[in-house]
C-alpha cells in the first residue's frame, strides 16, 4: 500500500458571515449568517515512500486544508486518508511522532532563546535518547551549516538563518514523512539554495518523503518528481510538471538581439509564424510553436530580415506558464 | 507521569529563561503585582479597623482565608497561564503546532508560559497567612500545617482548572471569556471572606457548582473549630482538598472535548 493513501476527501467551513459597519458588527451579536465554503470537494491521491511531490494552487484553493487533514490537526467530512497505515486523527499521538512539519509563515522556536534551547525541549518533547538526539543533531548542524547559530536567541536570526533552523528542528525526531508548507517564501536567493538543495539530499540520501506547498515555482522544477495541481478543492492536474505545462506551454519562447530599431508593428509585419510579445529597446521576444515552425526556420527568417547580434531560445518562464495554466483550469 | 513532569519541567525553565532576559521589566512586573495585592489587604484591613469585625470573624481568622486563596490562585495563575492565554494561540493558529506534537495538548498548553511573577501574589497571602496565626497566637498540629498545605494545592487546581474550562470556551468563541473571569477573579474575592457571610444560593453556588469553600472555608472551619452553619462535619473538612483535584480531572476531561471539536472546526 501506499505511504498515503487519500480518496474523495470532502471538508465544509462554516464562516460567520461579517459585513462592514458597525450596526452589523452588533447584529451578528444576536444573528449570525454563516456561508458554505467548500474547501475540499472530492480529492484523491496516493502517494508513495521516498517520493518527493509538489502541490501546487493558488490561495485559498484547499492546500493547508490538506496538509492539516494528512498531518492530524482537521478532521475531514467524508473520505478515506491513511498515512502509514494509520488514520491521523485517530491515532494523533502516534501519527504525529513520526511527520515532521514546516510552516514557512510559522515560528516552533522560542523566540527570547538560543536556538539550541528549542532543539532540547524537542528532545524532550519526542522523548529522544541522547545517543539519538546527538547523532542527529550532529548531521543537520552539519548539513544545514548551523553550527555558529545554536547559541543566537532566535529573535537575533536572519529568516533563512531561522527557516534553516526550523527545518532541523522538524528533523530531529528523524520523521519518515514531511510537510513543508512555503518553505521558501520571503528567503533570499541564498538561503533559497541552501534549503533546496538540503531537502533534495534528505529525500535522496535518507528516502524520506516530502510533500512541499508552494508559490516558488524554481522550487518544484528543483526538486518535484510529480506535482498535483489543486484549484478549487479539486485535483486538476497531476503527472510531472513538464508533461502538464507542456499542455499549456507548447510555445517555446525566442530571444533576439537586434542591431538597430524596429518598431513593433515593423517586426511583426516581418516575422510570421512567430508572435512578438515584447520589445525591450533592441530585444526583442518571440513565442512560437515548434510544431508549427521549426526553431531553425524561424531563425533563418529572422536573419534574413534582420541583422543578429545574438538569440537564445527558451521555455517560457514557469511562473507565466502557471498562471496560465490556472486560468485555463478556471481557477 | 515522571517523564511527563520532566518536560513540564523543561518548559518551565525554558519560559523562567525567557522572562529573565529582560531583567528589569521583570523586576517591575513582580513589584507591580506585589503592591497592587498588598494594597488589596490594605483595604481590607481599613474596613475592619473601623467595624472591628465580620460577623463572628475577627481580621486575624479573616486574614487566613485571605492569604490561603490568595496563594492558591497564585499557583494557578503561574502555573495555568497557558491556559489564559490560549485564546491568542487558537486565533493566530499556533494551537495547531501544540497538536503536531506527540504529547498530551494539556501538559503542553500548561507550558506555554509559566508567569514566575505571579511569586508577588504568593509572597503576600503568605505574608497574610502568617501573620493571621500569629495574631490567633494558636498552636497548630502538623496535621493542621499539612491541611493548610493540601489546601492551597487543591486550590491551586480549582482554580486551574477554570482556566482550563476558560480557554476550552476559546474554541468556540474567542469573545465570551469574560464569562469565566467571573468565577476565577470573582472568585478570589469571594473566598477572600468566610463563604459562611453570603446569602444562601451564592454558598450554594461556590461549594456545589464550584467548589470554592473547600480551598479554605472547610479546612478553615476545622482548625479554628468553628461550628459550620451548613452542618458539615469537621472529618470532611479533612478530605476537602480533594475536590480542587476532582474539580480539575473533571475540567480537563471538558477540555478534551473542546479539543476534539477543534479537531473538526479548526477554529
Known amino acids: 500500500m501506499a505511504q498515503i493513501v487519500v480518496q474523495d476527501l470532502r471538508k465544509a467551513f462554516k464562516v460567520a458571515k461579517r459585513e462592514a459597519g458597525l450596526w452589523n458588527a452588533f447584529r451578528g451579536l444576536v444573528k449570525r449568517e454563516y456561508t458554505h465554503v467548500q474547501a475540499l470537494d472530492g480529492v ?30 482537521l478532521l475531514p467530512d467524508e473520505g478515506i486518508c491513511q498515512v502509514m497505515g494509520r488514520i491521523p486523527w485517530q491515532e494523533r499521538i502516534d501519527h504525529v511522532r513520526e511527520i515532521g512539519v514546516v510552516f514557512g509563515q510559522r515560528s516552533q522556536l522560542w523566540w527570547d532563546l538560543p536556538v539550541i534551547d528549542s532543539f532540547e525541549l524537542l528532545r524532550d518533547i519526542y522523548r529522544l535518547s541522547s545517543a539519538d538526539y546527538r547523532k542527529t543533531l550532529e548531521k543537520v548542524v552539519d548539513t544545514l551549516e548551523l553550527t555558529d547559530l545554536l547559541e543566537v536567541p532566535v529573535r537575533q536570526l536572519s529568516l533563512g538563518q531561522r527557516m534553516r533552523c526550523e527545518l532541523a528542528a522538524s528533523l530531529l525526531h528523524n520523521p519518515k514523512l514531511l510537510f513543508l508548507d512555503e518553505p521558501t517564501i520571503g528567503l533570499d536567493a541564498v538561503s533559497k539554495l541552501v534549503v533546496r538543495d538540503f531537502v533534495k539530499t534528505l529525500n535522496e540520501e535518507q528516502g524520506t518523503t516530502v510533500i512541499l506547498t ?76 515548434p510544431a508549427r515552425i521549426s526553431p531553425p526556420e524561424l531563425i533563418a527568417n529572422i536573419s534574413a530580415r534582420f541583422q543578429v547580434r545574438d538569440l537564445l531560445i527558451e521555455n517560457q518562464p514557469i511562473d507565466e506558464v502557471i498562471s496560465r495554466l490556472y486560468g485555463e483550469l478556471h481557477i | 507521569m515522571r517523564d511527563g513532569i520532566r518536560l513540564y519541567l523543561r518548559y518551565v525553565s525554558m519560559s523562567l529563561r525567557s522572562q529573565l532576559q529582560y531583567p528589569a521589566s521583570f523586576l517591575m512586573l513582580v513589584v507591580g503585582n506585589l503592591a497592587i495585592t498588598g494594597i488589596e489587604f490594605l483595604t481590607i484591613w481599613a474596613l475592619f479597623s473601623r467595624f472591628g469585625s465580620l460577623g463572628e470573624w475577627s481580621l486575624p481568622e479573616v486574614a487566613l482565608f485571605y492569604g490561603m486563596v490568595h496563594m492558591a490562585f497564585a499557583i494557578s495563575e503561574a502555573a495555568a497561564r497557558g491556559f489564559d492565554i490560549l485564546h491568542r494561540q487558537v486565533r493566530s493558529g499556533d494551537f495547531d503546532r501544540i497538536l503536531l506534537r506527540p504529547r498530551s495538548t494539556a501538559l503542553q498548553v500548561m507550558g506555554l508560559e509559566f508567569q514566575l511573577l505571579r511569586v508577588g501574589r504568593f509572597a503576600q497571602g503568605l505574608v497574610v497567612l502568617r501573620w493571621g496565626l500569629t495574631s490567633l497566637k494558636m498552636s497548630i498540629t502538623f496535621a493542621e500545617l499539612l491541611l493548610i498545605v493540601a489546601a492551597i494545592i487543591g486550590g491551586g487546581l480549582l482554580f486551574s482548572g477554570l482556566f482550563v474550562l476558560q480557554a476550552t470556551l476559546s474554541f468556540w468563541s474567542v469573545d465570551s471569556l469574560e464569562v469565566v473571569n467571573l468565577t476565577t477573579y470573582g472568585g478570589v474575592e469571594t473566598a477572600q471572606a468566610p463563604i459562611s457571610i453570603y446569602r444562601g444560593y451564592f454558598r450554594s453556588f461556590f461549594t456545589w457548582v464550584i467548589p470554592l469553600a473547600t480551598i479554605n472555608y472547610f479546612p478553615l472551619m476545622a482548625i479554628l473549630d468553628h461550628a459550620d452553619p451548613l452542618g458539615i462535619p469537621h472529618w470532611l473538612s479533612w478530605l476537602s482538598p480533594l475536590a480542587g483535584l476532582v474539580f480539575f480531572v473533571l475540567c480537563l476531561q471538558v477540555w478534551n472535548f473542546g479539543v476534539r471539536h477543534y479537531h473538526s472546526t479548526g477554529s
Open chain 1, 44 to 73: 484523491s491521491f496516493e502517494i508513495e515512500e521516498g517520493e518527493l511531490v509538489g502541490y501546487l494552487g493558488p490561495n485559498g484553493a484547499g492546500k493547508s486544508t490538506t496538509i492539516k487533514i494528512l498531518s492530524g490537526i
Open chain 1, 214 to 289: 508552494t508559490h516558488d515555482m524554481d522550487d518544484i522544477e528543483a526538486l518535484c518528481s510529480r506535482v498535483m495541481i489543486i484549484g478549487r478543492g479539486k485535483i486538476l492536474a497531476r503527472g510531472k510538471l513538464k508533461d502538464i505545462t507542456r499542455e499549456v506551454a507548447r510555445e517555446r519562447r525566442l530571444v533576439v538581439e537586434l542591431d538597430g530599431d524596429y518598431s513593433k508593428e515593423y517586426i511583426r509585419s516581418q516575422v510570421p509564424g512567430a508572435e512578438l510579445v515584447k520589445l525591450e529597446g533592441k530585444q526583442a521576444h518571440f513565442d512560437f510553436d
